[in-house]
């Protein structure tokens, strides 16, 4: 009975081929979305088995494991430009729209011929996994892009996303002191560019080693940890890098209240000794 059940699974989703009319609905396309995600998305809008997608996609045997569920958060597709070119017609969308899933640019693609789709699986090293989209903003169950990002705040404010342990969102909603570090964190990124991101990062790393040390607002910190209810389903270290958020901010914008030139000529322990001057006066 449960191979007569697999095998007429397996017959379902590779005796038809896929047209656009089996896809009537079309999902919102999400900046910066895996295109595992977005795959996975637009099979269960239409009620169908993501195999079936991935094999319209596909030119000859579908590789290994693509019959099985989607898990976005451990697996990312990968397409050539003629299977890109067969997703745009199914869900009626210009090539150059699905160029919003940063796997679909042309310099992500398999150099290939013919239609194709490869699984390959998320790297283990911080900042290269996927992170949940926010609910509030996004599509449940949408994935995106890290882009080098480890953790970092939605841009609401009310959740934190972060791609550690297979991927795992906060509700933030019940510290707003986080959402008013992000507006400090926006300020200072559009008028220092890419090196205010910079600074936050390192002061980040700064922030979590005293959170590690506990030399550094230990009663506030862990205030913070009670009001996100850290417990058995969110450990302390998960929320930690949430909870220094404030201060990371803070701390990486010392150097702008100081002003540049005296943040310029401050290197290693000098500029972490500023900083950390700055932020107990504050």
């Given at each position: 009975m449960?191979q007569?059940?697999?095998g007429?699974?397996?017959?379902?989703?590779t005796?038809?081929?896929?047209?656009?009319?089996?896809?009537?609905?079309r999902?919102?396309?999400i900046?910066?979305e895996t295109t595992a995600?977005?795959?996975?998305?637009?099979?269960?809008?239409?009620?169908?088995?993501?195999?079936?997608?991935?094999?319209?996609?596909?030119?000859?045997?579908?590789?290994s494991?693509?019959?099985a569920?989607?898990?976005p958060?451990?697996?990312e597709?990968r397409?050539?430009?003629?299977s890109?070119?067969?997703?745009?017609?199914l869900?009626?969308?210009?090539?150059?729209?699905?160029?919003?899933?940063?796997?679909?640019?042309?310099?992500e693609?398999?150099?290939?011929?013919?239609?194709a789709?490869?699984?390959?699986a998320?790297?283990?090293g911080?900042?290269?996994?996927?992170?949940?989209?926010?609910?509030l903003?996004?599509?449940?169950?949408?994935?995106?892009?890290?882009?080098g990002?480890r953790?970092?705040?939605?841009?609401?404010?009310?959740r934190?996303?972060?791609?550690?342990?297979?991927?795992?969102?906060?509700d933030?909603?019940?510290?707003?002191?986080?959402?008013?570090?992000?507006?400090?964190?926006?300020?200072?990124d559009?008028?220092?560019g890419?090196?205010?991101?910079?600074?936050?990062?390192?002061?980040?790393?700064?922030?979590?080693?005293?959170?590690v040390?506990k030399q550094f607002a230990r009663?506030?910190?862990?205030?913070?940890?009670?009001?996100?209810?850290?417990?058995?389903?969110l450990?302390?270290?998960?929320?930690?890098?949430?909870?220094?958020y404030?201060?990371?901010v803070?701390?990486?914008?010392?150097?702008?209240?100081?002003g540049?030139?005296?943040?310029a000529?401050?290197?290693?322990?000098?500029?972490?000794?500023?900083r950390?001057?700055?932020v107990?006066?504050?």
């Amino acid at each position: 009975m449960p191979q007569g059940t697999k095998g007429s699974a397996r017959a379902r989703t590779t005796r038809k081929p896929l047209k656009s009319a089996d896809l009537p609905i079309r999902v919102p396309l999400i900046h910066g979305e895996t295109t595992a995600s977005y795959l996975a998305r637009t099979a269960a809008a239409n009620g169908i088995e993501a195999g079936r997608l991935l094999k319209a996609l596909h030119q000859g045997r579908l590789p290994s494991g693509a019959l099985a569920p989607l898990r976005p958060h451990l697996m990312e597709i990968r397409l050539s430009p003629e299977s890109v070119t067969r997703l745009a017609a199914l869900v009626e969308r210009d090539e150059d729209q699905l160029r919003a899933l940063p796997g679909l640019r042309p310099g992500e693609l398999l150099v290939v011929s013919g239609a194709a789709v490869r699984l390959t699986a998320w790297p283990h090293g911080p900042g290269e996994g996927p992170l949940k989209a926010c609910p509030l903003c996004l599509e449940d169950g949408a994935w995106l892009v890290a882009a080098g990002h480890r953790w970092r705040p939605c841009a609401c404010g009310r959740r934190w996303q972060c791609g550690d342990d297979a991927g795992y969102l906060i509700d933030t909603t019940p510290l707003p002191e986080i959402g008013r570090a992000l507006r400090q964190h926006r300020a200072f990124d559009h008028r220092w560019g890419p090196a205010g991101d910079a600074l936050v990062a390192d002061a980040h790393q700064v922030t979590l080693w005293w959170w590690v040390s506990k030399q550094f607002a230990r009663d506030l910190w862990r205030q913070r940890e009670e009001a996100l209810g850290v417990g058995p389903r969110l450990r302390r270290r998960q929320a930690a890098p949430a909870v220094v958020y404030p201060e990371a901010v803070r701390l990486a914008a010392a150097p702008l209240i100081l002003g540049a030139p005296r943040a310029a000529s401050a290197t290693g322990g000098e500029l972490v000794r500023v900083r950390s001057c700055e932020v107990n006066r504050c």
